[in-house]
Nanobody
Framework: QVQLVESGGGLVQAGGSLRLSCVAS????????MGWFRQAPGKEREFVAG????????YYADSVKGRFTISRDNAKNTVYLQMNSLKPEDTAVYYC??????????????WGQGTQVTVSS
């Protein structure tokens, strides 16, 4: 069972930036496509970004395209989410997870505790 630990969230003003990290346990991290998701208060959890096992391919939700960048370091079992030009509507708890396959928006692992991102206007 892969365990996921997210960090890097915080309070930031609109237009600011944050970099989230997600460290995964286990030896199969480098074999899996990974994704970032978020859940705002009163809303369902939604897909944000995905990355191929080797880091070469990435894809994004339309709402974050051009502002967020997903990347990974397989040597560190870590996936990152660089968030620029943040908006108040980006406020949510952010989670990472394994994707069922590259190109999908469906998670297949257990959820970590997430990291809170709050963007003030």
């Amino acid at each position: 069972q892969v365990q996921l630990v997210e960090s890097g969230g915080g309070l930031v003003q609109a237009g600011g930036s944050l970099r989230l990290s997600c460290v995964a346990s286990g030896r199969t991290f480098s074999q899996n496509a990974m994704g970032w998701f978020r859940q705002a208060p009163g809303k369902e959890r939604e897909f944000v970004a995905g990355i191929r096992w080797d880091g070469i391919g990435t894809y994004y939700a339309d709402s974050v395209k051009g502002r967020f960048t997903i990347s990974r370091d397989n040597a560190k079992n870590t996936v990152y989410l660089q968030m620029n030009s943040l908006k108040p509507e980006d406020t949510a708890v952010y989670y990472c997870n394994i994707l069922i396959q590259y190109g999908s928006r469906q998670p297949r692992g257990y959820w970590g505790q997430g990291t809170q991102v709050t963007v003030s206007s």
